[in-house]
């Protein structure tokens, strides 16, 4: 089945300090969704990727889908003690409907 | 104010017991999911509907059951069969193909 990989699985930064997360497949994907869970949270939709080389920016985030739609990746710029949290990224792939989740990237913040 | 709601936030469950956990949406979402999360790892699909009545396994279906008899709940039951059931729960929904999935609180389930 489809596999979605995400490194690193763990990242500490000092604040101030930027962060990026990897997320890469064998296969082709559909499209690269980004959700944020903050510690004892839920996962929120931070964003939707859908075009080859497609870049995106929300305020100090930056959302990159590669030209082969096989990788994605997702930087912040200055990190600050608010972007704690895991970062996930999925893909729905062939399968209508059902996401194949990352195993996450894990970011804390030193202040 | 429309969202999931998932209840109870936390649960106990003895040993051989089967339990009930809650999810209900008022975002009038066709789709909906059951996934697992353990400490520190991803997202495991359990069972997903994508129409009243009708459901499917996901990657971890062992050991569990859902029911989906009405557009707005999604009910998963946690049978004895699963061994090893600790773990977080998120109950999700989504409109259609290719759109964000909503996701509520959670339910931490233990075993006594």
């Known amino acids: 089945g489809q596999q979605v990989m995400q490194i690193p699985q763990y990242q500490h930064v000092q604040e101030g300090e930027d962060f990026t997360t990897y997320c890469n497949s064998s296969t082709t994907l559909s499209n690269i969704q980004w959700y944020k869970q903050r510690p004892g949270g839920h996962p929120v939709f931070l964003i939707q990727l859908v075009k080859s080389g497609e870049v995106k920016k929300q305020k100090r985030l930056t959302f990159q889908f590669g030209e082969a739609k096989k990788n994605s990746s997702l930087h912040i710029t200055a990190t600050q003690t608010t972007d704690v949290g895991t970062y996930f990224c999925?893909?729905?792939?062939?399968?209508?409907?059902?996401?194949?989740f990352g195993q996450g990237t894990i970011l804390t913040v030193h202040p | 104010d429309g969202g999931i709601t998932q209840s109870p936030k936390y649960l106990f469950r003895k040993e051989g017991q089967n339990v009930t956990l809650s999810c209900e949406q008022n975002?009038?979402?066709?789709?909906m999911y059951w996934y697992r999360q353990d400490p520190g790892q991803g997202l495991r699909l359990i069972y997903y509907s994508q129409i009243v009545n009708d459901f499917q396994k996901g990657d971890i279906a062992e050991g569990y059951s859902v029911s989906r008899e009405k557009k707005e709940s999604f009910p998963l039951t946690v049978t004895s069969a699963q061994k090893n059931p600790t773990a977080f729960y998120l109950c999700?929904?989504?409109?259609?193909?290719?759109?964000?999935?909503?996701f509520g609180d959670g339910t931490r389930l233990s075993i006594l």
């Open positions: 999925a893909d729905e792939g062939t399968s209508y409907g059902k996401l194949t």
């Open positions: 975002l009038n979402h066709d789709a």
């Open positions: 999700a929904s989504m409109r259609q193909s290719n759109q964000p999935q909503h």
